[in-house]
Nanobody, 119 residues
């Protein structure tokens, strides 16, 4: 019912910035929230940030608070992740996800975009 596509990953030096974008298509009117997750090599996928589509309430993992900012543009069905003061430990594949319909879980996922932070 929904497709999610990320873009904007790349290679950046420590202390630098990147902005990830996520575009949703399909039956987007039933999207309740969107979020960003990441998975580093050899580690489990972890939550990074989330935003409620209506109202814009946000929440963040402690590891990114003060450095990352999630935002949305409902007219474009888009979500963004502004990442500042990047650290090598932020290196991971970043995934965008959507909560669609009456669910407490993120049930639609993108393919991921690689973010690599060099020291």
């Amino acid at each position: 019912q929904v497709q999610v596509v990320e873009s904007g990953g790349g290679l950046v030096q420590a202390g630098g910035s990147l902005r990830l974008s996520c575009a949703a298509s399909g039956r987007t009117s039933s999207i309740y929230a969107m979020g960003w997750f990441r998975q580093a090599p050899g580690k489990e996928r972890e939550f990074v940030a989330g935003i409620i589509r209506s109202g814009g309430n946000t929440n963040y993992a402690d590891s990114v608070k003060g450095r990352f900012t999630i935002s949305r543009d409902n007219a474009k069905n888009a979500v963004y992740l502004q990442m500042n003061s990047l650290k090598p430990e932020d290196t991971a594949v970043y995934y965008c996800a959507a909560k669609w319909g009456l669910t407490q879980h993120y049930n639609y996922w993108g393919q991921g975009t690689q973010v690599t932070v060099s020291s």
